[in-house]
């Protein structure tokens, strides 16, 4: 899986590309210790390139979002290609995260 990270100031956005699997979930959870160091943080994990993702991927996007939210920031998921959106709604993260479509997350994160 390729992760590239986009910031401005406060806000950030993590791209991710081909599967989030065991292999590579703690890829994305040290890319987020790496990059979120300050409260308030408003983190966006961008999922229009993600091709896969497995029970490995699904627990750290949970234990992301908490490390987010333990210092008090918000993070949402974007871009949901139907077969990852069907896997969230099975497994009800839909309840946990704030999902965006394309135009949500274009206006809310202009300029990534």
Do not use: W
Request: proline share 2%.
């Amino acid at each position: 899986m390729q992760i590239n990270v986009h910031n401005q100031e406060n806000k950030f956005v993590f791209d991710l590309e081909g599967s989030l699997d065991i292999y590579t979930s703690l890829d994305l959870k040290t890319a987020l210790e790496t990059n979120i160091t300050k409260p308030n943080s408003d983190v966006c994990i961008n999922l229009d390139r993600l091709t896969y993702i497995d029970s490995s991927g699904i627990g750290i996007l949970i234990k992301s979002l908490n490390f987010v939210q333990g210092l008090n920031g918000n993070m949402c998921v974007a871009n949901l290609k139907p077969v990852i959106e069907k896997v969230f709604k099975v497994s009800g993260l839909t309840t946990y995260f704030e999902i965006l479509g394309s135009e949500d997350f274009s206006n809310r994160y202009s300029g990534f």
